[in-house]
C-alpha cells in the first residue's frame, strides 16, 4: 500500500519552455505533498510543500513564480516548471505520508 | 537551522565486513529516517526511528536512535555487494512531514 506514482519518468525539453510533473497517490488520500530536487552527485532539498486546496509553501531560495505548484484533489500534486533553463535540469522527486513514501522520481534535462 | 550531517561520506569495503554510518543533527526531533538510492532511482524506505533507544533491523542493516546525542547509526553487518547504493539519513523538521537530508553515504561493496 502507500503508492505515489510520478509521470513523467523523465523529460527533455527546450530552454525556454514549460514541464509539467505529475504526482498521484493510488490508494490513498493526500492532503499534503512534498516536492525535492537533487541535482547529480548531491543531496536532496525540499522544494515546496503542496497542500491540498490551498497555495503551496515554499522554501527560501525557491522561485514560486518559476515553479508552479498546484494541488488540485486529494490524491493529485502537479509540479510545473515553467520558462526551463539548463540549470533547472535536475532530479525531481515527491513524497507523501511524512517520508514514508517517495514517488519514482523525474529526471528534467533541458536543452 | 535544522542540519544532518552524516559521515562517513564515501565508504569502499570488503564483503563480509561490518561498518556504520553515522547521522549526526543540530536540533531535537523525533523522526528520523533512512534511505537508500541506487543509481538514477527514487528514494526506498528503510528504517523510520520514531523514539530514544529505537533500534530496528532488516537483513544485514539495523538502524538506532539516540535523541540525547542527536545522532543515528547505521550498521552493516557482513556487507554484500548488493547493499552498494548511497544510503541517506532525514530528519523530520518539527514534525511538519519537511525533510532535511544528510549528504548521503555512498557504499561500495567489493568482492
Known amino acids: 500500500g502507500a503508492v505515489v506514482s510520478q509521470h513523467p519518468s523523465w523529460v527533455i525539453c527546450k530552454s525556454g519552455t514549460s514541464v509539467k510533473i505529475e504526482c498521484r497517490s493510488l490508494?490513498?488520500?493526500?492532503?499534503?505533498m512534498f516536492w525535492y530536487r537533487q541535482f547529480p552527485k548531491q543531496s536532496l532539498m525540499l522544494m515546496a510543500t503542496?497542500?491540498?486546496?490551498?497555495?503551496?509553501?515554499?522554501e527560501q531560495g525557491v522561485e514560486k513564480d518559476k515553479f508552479l505548484i498546484n494541488h488540485a484533489s486529494l490524491t493529485l500534486s502537479t509540479l510545473t516548471v515553467t520558462s526551463a533553463h539548463p540549470e533547472d535540469s535536475s532530479f525531481y522527486i515527491c513524497?507523501?505520508?511524512?517520508?514514508?513514501?517517495f514517488g519514482s522520481g523525474t529526471r528534467l534535462t533541458v536543452v | 537551522e535544522l542540519k544532518v550531517e552524516q559521515n562517513p561520506l564515501f565508504l569502499s569495503m570488503q564483503e563480509g565486513k561490518n561498518y556504520t554510518i553515522y547521522c549526526n543533527y543540530s536540533?531535537?526531533?523525533?523522526?528520523l529516517y533512512w534511505y537508500r538510492q541506487d543509481p538514477g532511482k527514487s528514494l526506498e524506505s528503510l528504517f523510520v526511528l520514531l523514539s530514544n533507544g529505537a533500534v530496528k533491523q532488516e537483513g544485514r542493516l539495523m538502524a538506532s536512535l539516540d535523541t540525547k546525542a542527536r545522532l543515528s547509526t547505521l550498521h552493516i553487518t557482513a556487507a554484500v555487494h548488493d547493499l552498494s547504493a548511497t544510503y541517506f539519513c532525514a530528519v523530520d523538521m518539527g514534525n511538519t512531514g519537511k525533510l532535511i537530508f544528510g549528504q548521503g553515504t555512498t557504499l561500495q561493496v567489493k568482492p
Open positions: 513524497s507523501a505520508l511524512y517520508g514514508y513514501t
Open positions: 490508494d490513498f488520500q493526500a492532503t499534503t
Open positions: 536540533t531535537t526531533s523525533d523522526r
Open positions: 503542496s497542500n491540498e486546496g490551498s497555495k503551496a509553501t515554499y
